[in-house]
């Protein structure tokens, strides 16, 4: 079974920093991009950065110079370095990630079980 487990949530004052990491296991032939979403309550679900498997990289509006997304394919594990935090990034962050498990499969969507980070005095 492949799983994607997050860690590195919390609490956190504004202007603060994080760090996620989220590690895929399991039966992994390759995995394309990768990315994490947050969903704050009352709010839908958006991209916060993404990743693909050559270093390119894609930031929300929102949080881009605040956060980086990077991974290292040796660990399939993607991190969201997140800098000056605000209250407005507080939600409940997933890991995602495009994983063929097989050469002659397609990829499909994976996603981690979430974390809280909230941004609060």
């Known amino acids: 079974q492949v799983q994607l487990v997050e860690s590195g949530g919390g609490l956190v004052q504004p202007g603060g920093s994080l760090r996620l990491s989220c590690a895929a296991s399991?039966?992994?032939?390759?995995?394309?991009?990768m990315g994490w979403y947050r969903q704050a309550p009352g709010k839908q679900r958006e991209l916060v950065a993404a990743?693909?498997?050559?270093?390119?990289?894609n930031y929300a509006d929102s949080v881009k110079g605040r956060f980086t997304i990077s991974r290292d394919n040796a660990k399939n594990t993607v991190y969201l370095q997140m800098n000056s935090l605000k209250p407005e990034d507080t939600a409940v962050y997933y890991c995602?990630?495009?994983?063929?498990?097989?050469?002659?499969?397609?990829?499909?969507?994976?996603w981690g079980q979430g974390t809280q980070v909230t941004v609060s005095s």
């Open positions: 399991g039966s992994i032939f390759s995995i394309n991009a």
């Open positions: 990743i693909t498997s050559g270093g390119s990289t």
């Open positions: 995602n990630a495009d994983i063929r498990l097989r050469l002659w499969d397609s990829t499909q969507p994976y």
